[in-house]
RNA sequence: GGGCCCGUAGUCUAGCUUGGAUAGGACGUUGGCCUCCGGAGCCAAAGGUCACGGGUUCAAAUCCCGUCGGGCCCGCCA
């Protein structure tokens, strides 16, 4: 691994030489960490250590003399990539041999191309990494956008690092939600559907949701007393009285038949619930309705993230576990533990005294000493939850996985320790370990919170259209002389770059607020401008047919050159740091400061005429470089990186 | 009531796991740069009580305790 990560061999060079010396000076001390960083400021090296302020507590000498001390040994002895070592104020600052670095960094680049920087994984898992799995009972939304977004990074990112990656959407059909949209569909008599299908949904569910809620709000606020209560009531039914307008606006003969059809129903409540119970059990009928608009669905999003190319090995249908048995195989299977009982005609998990019987209270749940709440598994109608099935769904994902990657959002925390518990419990061990959910903030937007339920979001196909529209006017204005379908092309990678790079720029625990401004303006959003130093790099190999034969690495002076070269070589230990900690957001930042460090690079230094022969050679390899590992870098994140824009 | 997350210039954001030298970057603002490989660019300037108060330490944005703001969760919803 090291001889494919060239930052990391000069790091590892400073570790050992360190603690060669110390071992000699100061044979007694245990080190406990040798952190290496970066200094503040070149001029203090490229690598630095505080390591005399620690020695200096034990041998009460001030870390000044230590470090000399230090210094003197360390230059008796022979280096490979380090330059020199200084000390200044108690630091030992080492220096890289530089051309050394560059020549190594280059020649690897060169061989390995495509998979420069991959550096593969000594423990290569099976990994299953579950994301989107939105409601297929409406249109993507930007919500559910950077979810996939993420996901998606994070599983190219995982096959880049050797593992054995499936990608799983997890359908969940079963539920209240499309239920809602299946007895919507029904009262408009199963018209076929014309516009796109997630979105034509979308507008069922959120019509038949608000005729639902108007009627029963209605007849709550009849029989209320309480003053409060009622005015509380009063202002939902405002609420949903406005997104009423707002649907008769868009499909008035549509919504007006829904309204008619739940008012004349006698309890539209006990309908939904049928649906929910006959889906179920199989029953035929339910079955044909619910499966039809659920495809209809997916049939939606994928032509959505089709677009964003995000794709799925494996598609899960919630459905299947319950139909084939495997839902109450596991119920059966919890019921025989202690740590289930019957409340009210209800199975519940006793999921405190699970985690703390089994010793994982503390791993799990953390370190308070609050009561876990209890989970229900089984209504007393018999039904499911969603959490249970749930189980039985991750019993499956780790008959194949030795790790499971849920993209959830941070709103299913507690759902998601309760599940960890129940495999547990179950005997699956590897879960403690290897069941990780990656939590997500969400997307929210400026004047008003998204919801589904009152039809108040942007979708996913707004947001690339718009971001792809904009893409292709800048285009436009640039590149007159590119064909139509070329200009479209770049367009399409320019802006839905933009949208990928927004999302995941900002560290999954941050809430997003979204705002158009910010996506849309491409002078601030960092993927054109990377798109851009990448383009630069292109054109410039594009426009010589010269091979550089004899670099001369040595001539590398400037420090502009300097600072790209330590950049370049730091892409194999940003891309492994990335990679097994999950944080695609390194890779967003990292390239980011290539693209800074090359654009300096670019304006200042000249590569095709350059002073002379060896010089411009020379360069020409640093900016081959640079293009091969933006184009990985972008990769991973799914962005991608047209030569032209 | 309990638990978790977030708080860094006018705005957005990195750094917090593993304490270290002058807190990086972007937008916006101000001023420069196209006889030179693509100006979606480069250079420079102004702008900070790292929410607040204690503590630990030679050293705190980072660790600990407390306070205040914002969010999420604690459902026979998903």
């Given amino acids: 691994m090291l001889d494919e990560n060239p930052f990391g061999s000069f790091k590892k060079e400073c570790e050992e030489t360190l603690k060669t010396v110390i071992k000699k000076l100061y044979p007694e001390f245990q080190i406990q960490k040798l952190v290496l960083e970066i200094p503040p400021n070149?001029?203090?090296?490229?690598?630095?250590?505080?390591?005399?302020?620690?020695?200096?507590k034990t041998y009460k000498e001030n870390p000044e003399t230590l470090a000399s001390k230090i210094l003197n040994e360390i230059l008796k002895l022979k280096f490979n990539l380090i330059w020199k070592v200084e000390t200044l104020r108690g630091y030992i600052n080492f220096f890289v041999n530089l051309p050394k670095l560059a020549e190594q960094t280059v020649n690897l680049a060169e061989k390995l191309k495509k998979e420069f920087g991959l550096v593969k994984t000594e423990k290569p898992e099976k990994i299953i990494v579950e994301h989107t799995?939105?409601?297929?009972?409406?249109?993507?939304?930007?919500?559910?956008?950077?979810?996939?977004?993420?996901?998606?990074?994070?599983?190219?990112?995982?096959?880049?690092?050797?593992?054995?990656?499936?990608?799983?959407?997890?359908?969940?059909?079963?539920?209240?939600?499309?239920?809602?949209?299946?007895?919507?569909?029904?009262?408009?008599?199963?018209?076929?559907?014309?516009?796109?299908?997630?979105?034509?949904?979308?507008?069922?569910?959120?019509?038949?949701?608000?005729?639902?809620?108007?009627?029963?709000?209605?007849?709550?606020?009849?029989?209320?007393?309480?003053?409060?209560?009622?005015?509380?009531?009063?202002?939902?039914?405002?609420?949903?009285?406005?997104?009423?307008?707002?649907l008769e606006s868009t499909h008035k003969e549509e919504f007006y038949k829904i309204l008619d059809g739940v008012n004349s129903d006698p309890n539209p409540n006990q309908t939904i619930e049928k649906i929910i119970v006959n889906y179920e059990k199989g029953e035929k009928e339910t079955k044909r309705l619910v499966r039809r608009i659920v495809k209809e669905c997916l049939k939606g999003f994928r032509e959505t993230l089709k677009k964003a190319e995000i794709s799925f090995d494996s598609w899960d249908w919630e459905s299947s576990f319950v139909w084939s048995g495997k839902v109450w195989e596991a119920i059966e299977k919890l019921k025989k533990t202690p740590y289930t009982?019957?409340?009210?005609?209800?199975?519940?998990?006793?999921?405190?005294?699970?985690?703390e019987t089994l010793g994982v209270k503390q791993k799990i749940f953390g370190e308070s000493l609050f009561e876990v709440p209890q989970l229900v598994l089984v209504r007393s109608d018999?039904?499911?939850?969603?959490?249970?099935?749930d189980i039985a769904y991750h019993l499956k994902k780790f008959e194949w996985a030795d790790r499971v990657v849920n993209v959830v959002g941070v709103e299913q925390k507690l759902a998601q320790q309760q599940l960890k518990t129940a495999l547990l419990v179950l005997g699956v061990e590897k879960a403690l370990n290897s069941l990780i959910h990656y939590a997500y903030e969400l997307v929210k937007l400026q004047d008003y919170r998204m919801s589904r339920r009152r039809g108040k979001y942007i979708t996913f196909d707004e947001l690339i259209d718009e971001a792809v529209a904009m893409a292709l006017n800048e285009v436009s204005k640039r590149s007159l002389n590119l064909?139509?379908?070329?200009?479209?092309?770049?367009?399409?990678?320019?802006?839905?770059?933009?949208?990928?790079?927004?999302?995941?720029?900002?560290?999954?625990?941050?809430?997003?607020?979204?705002?158009?401004?910010?996506?849309?303006?491409?002078?601030?959003?960092?993927?054109?401008?990377?798109?851009y130093a990448h383009a630069r790099a292109s054109s410039i190999l594009r426009k010589t047919k010269?091979?550089?034969k004899k670099p001369d690495y040595a001539l590398l002076q400037n420090p502009l050159e300097k600072q790209l070269i330590i950049k370049l070589s730091m892409f194999p230990e940003v891309f492994c740091e990335a990679a097994d900690n999950l944080k695609p957001e390194l890779l967003a930042e990292y390239s980011n400061s290539l693209a800074d460090a090359f654009n300096a690079f670019y304006n200042k230094l000249p590569v095709l005429k350059a002073e002379d022969k060896a010089l411009r050679d020379t360069r020409l390899k640093l900016v081959k470089t640079t293009k091969i590992v933006l184009e990985n870098a972008?990769?991973?994140l799914g962005i991608k990186t047209p030569g032209k824009m």
Wanted: proline share 4%.
């Fill in 42 to 56: 070149p001029q203090y090296g490229d690598l630095a250590s505080s390591i005399c302020f620690e020695l200096s």
């Fill in 341 to 355: 009982f019957t409340r009210d005609g209800a199975l519940v998990f006793n999921v405190q005294l699970a985690a």
């Fill in 546 to 548: 010269i091979k550089p």
């Fill in 133 to 246: 799995s939105a409601n297929p009972s409406g249109p993507l939304h930007v919500g559910t956008a950077r979810n996939a977004i993420l996901g998606d990074a994070l599983a190219r990112i995982l096959t880049a690092r050797g593992h054995k990656v499936k990608r799983h959407f997890y359908v969940d059909d079963v539920g209240r939600q499309v239920a809602i949209v299946a007895y919507g569909y029904r009262l408009l008599g199963e018209p076929k559907i014309k516009e796109k299908p997630d979105k034509w949904l979308g507008f069922i569910y959120t019509a038949t949701n608000c005729a639902v809620e108007i009627k029963t709000l209605k007849e709550k606020i009849a029989k209320t007393q309480n003053q409060e209560e009622l005015e509380r009531l009063k202002r939902r039914l405002d609420e949903y009285a406005a997104v009423a307008v707002e």
């Fill in 382 to 389: 018999g039904t499911t939850l969603y959490t249970t099935r």
């Fill in 483 to 531: 064909p139509e379908k070329q200009k479209q092309k770049i367009a399409k990678a320019v802006g839905i770059g933009a949208i990928k790079y927004t999302m995941l720029s900002v560290s999954a625990t941050k809430t997003v607020v979204f705002s158009w401004d910010k996506v849309l303006n491409f002078e601030a959003n960092a993927a054109p401008y990377i798109q």
């Fill in 634 to 636: 972008l990769n991973l």
